[in-house]
């Protein structure tokens, strides 16, 4: 039987996000996914500020950056008329706080592939088309069944494995909320000819319903999106996507001239009940699915395994057990107003996005591992006493405690890797702020006992 600390069970966005997140600390896990090769799709496309920030930490945002652009403005037609130019972000430029200031379109399938790439760079893989079949936990840990006949024993079991989580029906854990079986789409990734990639284009024919083309930044693709009526079944074939292409656009002269994945979509709107179970934990679509609207879903899911990640290195390595109580006591509220955020969004039909869909303004404040603290630390530059100069983010970046004090050689117990900067001036209105992992403040506090304290909780 093999031995290793975390099994995690899916491959998507989540799961690689807390594997590289689990190698980076030197913390063994072994990724599983069920799908004989790598997901196609572009399926969730945008990147939220606060995701490319934990894209930043975790050593990928250049690549993706490097393809990745902004969404293009949106142009409708009613048949072949234009009849309105909008966009849904509004342009802004980085500033010192933050850096990342807008969503960026980047195809889904291409940040998996960042993500792997980064993964092996640790020493990690993704073992492709092996299941979980099974498992079972005691006190001390997990015993899977992978359907290549192979046991795993590990001391932890996440589920990173989507909507529809076999884990989590496994474990009983209710999945509550909707299922919108009338309100479905089609989607799909799909090559065009005689249409610019300046816009996202959008057809809406009255009586025959919406069709919306995205030019897939990095790619020569377009993702195809189009609603679909009660009891329309679609096709996976080039020739129903262009007969539904043709009927609803009314346009001559543009054709689709490939197809190269599809997908069905209905509106789910759903959260767990828990998100931990012994030594099971669920993250990304298997806590929470979401309406497309707002682009809240793979983001969301990318900030649970960023959550996670830390603190299951930190109680491998020694740190109370309860420390990955306030997974879910930090990460299942967030999902519930996000789900809200999102299906109100859906709901309206709104194509507007503003700051409050960046993620860059949520926060722990009022939990436990957050008492005096719980908010996003900007970036921004910082002079430090001996002269230095730095920005914020380089002095976060990695899987230490950050520590900004007036103080050396504070006082702290053994534990966690805790780095302390001197800075020039005083950092905020307390005498030390320490700053988790995950980039939000743990505990701003003028108590050098009380920072040991906190200190000794993670």
């Known amino acids: 039987m093999d031995i290793t600390d975390v099994l995690i069970a899916g491959a998507g966005p989540t799961g690689l996000t807390l594997a590289v997140d689990l190698a980076r600390r030197g913390v063994a896990c072994r990724v599983v996914e069920q799908s004989p090769e790598p997901a196609g799709g572009s399926k969730g496309k945008g990147l939220q500020p606060r995701t490319q920030e934990v894209f930043d930490d975790l050593g990928v945002v250049a690549p993706i950056l490097a393809t990745a652009t902004p969404y293009p403005p949106l142009l409708v037609r009613m048949g072949r008329v234009p009849v309105w130019r909008t966009r849904m972000h509004k342009p802004a430029a980085a500033t010192d706080a933050v850096p990342y200031p807008t969503v960026m379109m980047h195809p889904q399938w291409r940040t998996e592939a960042v993500l792997r790439e980064r993964l092996a760079e640790l020493g990690g893989k993704v073992e492709q088309g092996v299941a979980l079949a099974g498992f079972e936990q005691d006190a001390d840990g997990v015993t899977a069944r992978l359907g290549s006949g192979q046991s795993v024993r590990a001391r932890y079991l996440v589920a990173a494995d989507g909507g529809r989580s076999p884990v989590r029906k496994a474990l009983g854990v209710g999945f509550t909320g909707e299922t919108r079986e009338e309100q479905r789409s089609a989607l799909a990734d799909v090559r065009v000819a005689g249409l610019d990639r300046e816009h996202i284009h959008v057809w809406v024919r009255p009586g025959k319903g919406m069709v919306a083309l995205y030019p897939m930044a990095g790619t020569d693709t377009f993702q195809l999106l189009a609603t679909l009526r009660p009891g329309v079944e679609p096709e996976r074939t080039l020739a129903w996507y262009q007969r539904l ?59 649970d ?77 910082i002079t430090l006493a001996d002269g230095r100069r730095a920005r914020m983010f380089d002095l976060l970046r990695g899987p230490h405690f950050t520590l900004l004090s007036p103080d050396p ?46 200190l000794a909780m993670v």
């Open 245 to 303: 292409f043709a009927e609803r656009s009314m346009l001559r002269g543009v054709r689709l001239t490939e197809l190269l994945w599809s997908s069905l979509y209905r509106v789910n709107i759903r959260l767990a009940d828990r998100y931990r179970s012994g030594r099971v934990f669920l993250a990304g679509d298997a806590a929470h699915v979401h309406p497309p609207a707002g682009g809240q879903g793979l983001n969301t899911g990318v900030q």
């Open 409 to 454: 050689a504070p006082r702290v117990p053994g534990g966690p890797e805790v780095r302390t900067y001197v800075p020039a001036r005083p950092y905020g209105t307390e005498r030390h702020t320490l700053v988790r992992p995950d980039g939000y403040v743990g505990i701003a506090t003028s108590s050098a006992d009380d920072l040991a304290a906190y």
């Open 305 to 381: 395994a960023y959550n996670l990640g830390w603190k299951l290195a930190r109680v491998l390595a020694g740190a109370p057990e309860a420390l990955l109580d306030t997974y879910e006591e930090e990460r299942r509220p967030i999902a519930a107003g996000v789900l809200g955020l999102s299906a109100g969004l859906h709901d309206r039909k709104s194509v507007k996005r503003d700051e409050e869909t960046y993620q860059l303004s949520l926060s722990y404040r009022g939990g436990s591992l957050a008492r005096s603290g719980g908010e996003r630390v900007p970036d921004g530059p």
